[in-house]
Structures are given as C-alpha cells and as structure tokens.
C-alpha cells in the first residue's frame, strides 16, 4: 500500500532563516505530487504540484518554491522566511490529475 | 477557474442527529472528493465521488454533476465526527479546487 510521510511535523522559524520541507511517497511509482497551505482559518491553497521529475508548476506568486529531485520526493523552500509564510503546510499525491488525492500528515510553521 | 462553495460554514449537532453537507460547483468536473479534517489537522479520505452514490458506514455521498452539486451525509453523528468538512473538485487535467469546508461540531 501507498504512504506519504512529511517532516519536521512542526517548526518554529526566525523572520529571514530558510526553510525545507521534505515529502515522500512509498509504495507507488511516477505520482503526481502536491504542496498545499493551510492559513488560519480553513482554506487549503494549491502552492505547486508535479507531474515528473523537474517538472514544477507554481499556482500563485510566494516567498517560495519547490523541487522534485527524485520520483517520490517533494520539497517546499524557502530562502528567507516572511511572517506571512506562517501555516500548515500539506502535501499530496495521486496517480493521475483526475484520480483520488491522499493527504500526509502536515508540517505545522511558525515564523516569529 | 472552477468555484467550490460549501454549506452551511458551520453547524452544531446533537450526538446522533443527522446532517446534510452541500457542496456546488461552477462546472463541469471529473473529480470530486469529499475530505475530513480532524482536530490534529489530517485530511482524511471520505469519499471519491465524481457521480453517483456511495455509503461507508453511517457516512454517504451523492454527486450530481449534470445539476453541479455534492451532498455529504451523516446520520447518527458522532462527537468524533467533529472537524471541518472539505469538498473538492477538478475538471479536466487541473489540480483539485477546494471549497472553504463547513465546520461541524457535535455536541454530547
């Protein structure tokens, strides 16, 4: 069966250090790969998503930016953390756009 | 791009009263699922569910996508039951679209 794992589960940052998030995939081969925040409140915003190895599309204009060095590894950075990156930060996978998406546990950022 | 709108926004249950969650959509989509974000914040699969019905447990969904719509229900509720509810969709090859979710809280 497929698993998806993320950490640090949670991280308290500076104003201005970097920042990497690690997700990987086991259990499956080509998924698509997605990173999602979560402000306060209850919306999830569509960060990136990957297609293939390389291959990276950003949704909106942000302090960051992902990378996909290997098949089942998905990484969210930054180079200097804003307040305003502060979140819960989730990724995904799914075989296909159109198939069934399963979520990982989180990563949980405060930026102070 | 395709709009999501979830409601109600919130609703407070008694344990065991049941509950119908509605999700619209704007387009035509070729998938749609519904999402339970439990108090630790994981999203939990509910139901894949671009048309047509399902059951799980005390738990079914009906999608009817020629009307543009998603209904969520829940019968017998649960104080586990609590969390945000998510709904989301996508259309053609687009990632998934999610709505804002409608918070239940169930009340012993």
């Known amino acids: 069966s497929q698993t998806i794992h993320q950490w640090p589960a949670t991280l308290v940052q500076p104003v201005g250090s970097p920042l990497s998030l690690e997700c990987t995939v086991e259990?499956?081969?080509?998924?698509?790969l997605y990173w999602y925040r979560q402000a306060a409140g209850r919306g999830l915003q569509l960060l990136f998503y990957s297609v293939g190895i390389g291959q990276i599309s950003s949704e909106v204009p942000q302090n960051l930016s992902a990378s996909r060095p290997q098949d089942r590894q998905f990484i969210l950075s930054s180079k200097k953390l804003l307040l305003s990156d502060s979140g819960f930060y989730l990724c995904?996978?799914?075989?296909?756009?159109?198939?069934?998406?399963?979520f990982g546990p989180g990563t949980r950022l405060t930026v102070l | 791009g395709i709009q999501v709108e979830q409601s109600p926004p919130d609703l407070i249950l008694q344990e065991g009263a049941n509950s119908t969650l509605r999700c619209n959509f704007s387009d035509s989509v070729n998938n749609l699922q519904w999402f339970h974000q439990n108090p630790w914040g994981q999203l939990i699969n509910l139901f894949y569910i671009p048309s047509g019905t399902k059951q799980n447990g005390r738990l079914s969904a009906t999608t009817v996508a020629t009307e543009r719509y998603s209904l969520l229900y829940i019968s017998s509720s649960q104080t586990t039951d609590s969390g945000v509810y998510f709904c989301a969709v996508g259309t053609g090859n687009t990632p998934l679209v999610f709505g804002k979710g409608t918070r239940l809280s169930v009340i012993a």
């Open positions: 259990g499956t081969s080509n998924p698509n």
């Open positions: 995904a996978w799914s075989l296909h756009q159109r198939s069934e998406q399963f």
